[in-house]
């Protein structure tokens, strides 16, 4: 595999997304802010009514997958502070505005930082809804905001009943991934197979991040890193993160490796982005499932699928195969056409800052978080200006969804 890199100076990269976004414009499908919320809130133990957390600001809501009921879950990551009551809950979208409602998932006590780091969710960023066996599938990055380190065994993969909350199986994940330099950020899974797939971004341990894509095996309790420290997982040298037309944190920038995970209908194909880039790539399942397969065996099958056009968070595919990631350079949604092997902006919207997780609701509608997580981070928030926002993408409306 190879691959052209080239290096622009933010100011560049900015007016290249710009150009790209204004001459696509006239092929986009609008974007609907569907749910915009002030803070958060969370349901109290004694009175079961939502209270206002006080420290909102360091709650950003940014991972969102939705059941077959149409629930939605939500993870609010411990990376800004470790005070939030819970890192993954249940969102009440009944209310479209206000503070945004929030119910512990599983339990206020399943979500405790103070006691058994090896079984209580401490740092959930990336998560996944199995409709087919009923789970939710959490990936516990194990280290909080303030820990240098990860405790032992808090670093996992926890499913969990998406009835009764609760646990059906823990996979550890210290023996593959390293509890100072890992930052397991998002997860998928071959529901069929009960094979979960974990991209470890390595941000930890920047600039030299130990990037790796971790395979994880329900049926067995096992686990098993391939891939460690691949250019194809790594950040691309000279690229800079652009949002909003800037460099995000200019002199200390950011650097996220491979970050967005996901997989085709058939759970055939893997695809990933990289943060700190402007790739997409693929690669057949079959070599990752293959007993004893090598890195070497398993770098000679990556695809790269070319540029998505600017900085990238998460991904999706919906039933027909189309991919769709979460473009943060141009505030919206690229999607990839696997039969016609292309990439287009399909929806932006300047109100949108930083577009995180994207999900496909039961009725096929595509939601994502919008969390300027990249603001949260930079201090950059001030307490009662905090803005949580769910945007809408009517998929029925895009082309690509009516052939």
């Not at 409602?101 to 079984?119: E, V």
């Not at 609760?166 to 550890?172: A, E, F, L, Q, Y």
């Not at 329900?218 to 800037?246: C, M």
Request: charged share 20%.
């Amino acid at each position: 595999m190879s691959h052209c890199t080239r290096t622009f100076s933010a100011i560049a990269m900015a007016a290249l997304f710009s150009f790209a976004s204004c001459a696509s414009a006239a092929n986009q499908v609008p974007l609907e802010r569907w749910r915009s919320y002030s803070g958060v809130s969370w349901d109290t133990p004694e009175s079961g009514q939502p209270a206002l957390f006080s420290g909102s600001v360091n709650a950003p809501v940014a991972g969102i997958h939705f059941d077959a009921k149409g629930r939605a879950f939500v993870s609010t990551p411990r990376l800004v502070s470790a005070s939030a009551p819970a890192t993954l809950s249940i969102l009440d979208t009944r209310t479209q505005s206000g503070p945004a409602r929030l119910t512990a998932f599983p339990s206020r006590q399943g979500n405790a930082i103070d006691s058994a780091p090896d079984r209580n969710l401490r740092n959930v960023l990336g998560f996944y809804v199995d409709r087919k066996n009923g789970w939710l599938w959490a990936l516990d990055m194990g280290f909080v905001a303030g820990e240098a380190e990860s405790p032992v065994g808090s670093q996992k993969l926890v499913v969990l009943d998406l009835d009764s909350g609760r646990t059906v199986k823990r996979i550890p994940l210290d023996g593959v991934a390293d509890r100072k330099a890992s930052f397991l950020n998002d997860v998928v899974v071959d529901e069929d197979r009960r094979i979960a797939y974990i991209s470890d971004s390595g941000s930890r341990s920047a600039p030299e991040n130990r990037v790796g894509l971790i395979v994880v095996d329900f049926n067995t309790g096992t686990a098993r890193r391939v891939l460690d420290r691949h250019p194809a997982l790594q950040i691309e040298p000279g690229v800079k993160v652009v949002s909003h037309g800037a460099e995000v944190w200019p002199g200390k920038p950011l650097l996220i490796g491979i970050n967005g995970i996901a997989l085709s209908p058939d759970a055939e194909t893997l695809y990933w982005t990289v943060t700190t880039g402007t790739h997409a790539y693929a690669l057949p399942t079959a070599v990752l499932k293959q007993h004893g397969s090598t890195d070497a065996q398993i770098a000679g099958q990556i695809q790269n699928l070319g540029t998505v056009g600017g900085n990238t968070d998460g991904l999706v595919t919906d039933a027909r195969g189309n991919l769709y990631i979460t473009d943060v350079t141009r505030n919206g949604i690229v999607r990839y056409d696997p039969k016609t092997r292309t990439m287009s902006l399909i929806a932006a919207n300047e109100a949108v800052r930083w577009p995180d997780t994207p999900a496909i609701r039961p009725d096929g509608d595509l939601i994502f978080t919008s969390s300027s997580l990249n603001d949260h981070f930079a201090g950059a928030v001030k307490p009662g200006h905090e803005r949580y926002e769910l945007w809408r993408l009517p998929l029925s409306a895009s082309p690509a969804t009516k052939k």
